[in-house]
DNA sequence: ATGACATATGAGATATGA
C-alpha cells in the first residue's frame, strides 16, 4: 500500500496540480491537509473520477483535512478528543483495507504554535498530547497504523537547511521537539528518517518568501509515523520535491511511503 | 526590525501561515 500526505495550501487554488500528481503517481491512499474548505465544497467529483473515494472534515478559510482512498474508507473519525472547545478541522482517521491488511491511517494538521510562547503555542502543545493518548490507545490494537500529515515540527538540526534561524520558532523549538519524541517514545517509526539516517537536506516545506525555493532554505516538517506493525511493512519513503518546482505550487510537497 | 509571499474573505484590509 503506498500512502502519501501532502499539505496543499487550499485545495481549490492548487486543485489542479494535486490532480495531476494522483494522475501520475496514483497513491492508494492521499492524506490531504489545509483543504481550507467546507465538506460540501471539496472536489469530490475529480477525485472519484479519478478513481478515489473520499473522506472530508473540512472547515471554511482555515484548515481542513481529507483523505483519498482507492479502497474503501472505513471507521471514520472526524476530530480529535480531549477539549471540547477545539473547533479547528485538523484531524480525520480511517481505517483502509485494502484485501491483505487494514491500515489505521491519521491524516492530521498539527497546529504551527507561532508566536510561542502564548496561547497558540500551548494549543500546539496540549494538541500534540492529545495526539498521543489517542495514538497510545490505537497502539493497543497492535495493527497497522500510520500517522500522516503536516506536523508542524521540524525534528532535529539536519531538517534544516539553516536550523539557527528557527531556534525560537515553535517548529523547532524544544518543547515541541521534546513532545514530538514523547509522542515517538509510545512506539512510532518517522518512516523517511528511519530509511535515510542522518542524511541532510531533504526538506517538505519551503517558504514562499525570499527565495527560499530557489535557496533550498527547507524545512522538513511534513511526516508518517508508524505502528510497529506499520514499520515491519515498511519498504521506501521518497519526498516528491519537484513538486515545489511548479507553476503556483503549494508551499509543501507530497510524501510518500510503500508497505508492502 | 519588518517585510518579503500566498490564500481566503469579500470587495479593502485583515487574519493566518511557518
Redo the contacts with the bound molecule.
Sequence with gaps: MRIATW?V??????LEQVSQWVKAEKPDVLCLQ?I??EDQAFPAPVFEELGYNCAVHGQ????GVAILSRFSIENVVRGLDGDANDDHARFLAATIPDGKKAVRVACL?L??G?PAPGP?FDYKLGWMERLRVWALKEMQNEEPMVLAG?F?VIPSAIDAKNPKAWEK???FLPETRAAFDRLQYIGLTDAFRSLHPGAPGHYS?W????GAWPKNNG?R?DHLLLSPQAADFLQSARIHRDQRGNE?P???VPVEITLA
Excluded at 471554511?60 to 484548515?63: F, G, P, V
Design positions: 499539505n495550501n487550499s485545495i481549490k487554488a492548487h489545509e481550507k474548505c471554511k478559510t482555515y484548515n494538521y497546529p504551527n507561532n497558540k503536516d508542524n520558532d515553535a517548529l516545506f517558504d514562499y518568501q525570499a524545512i516538517i503556483k503549494s508551499d509543501h
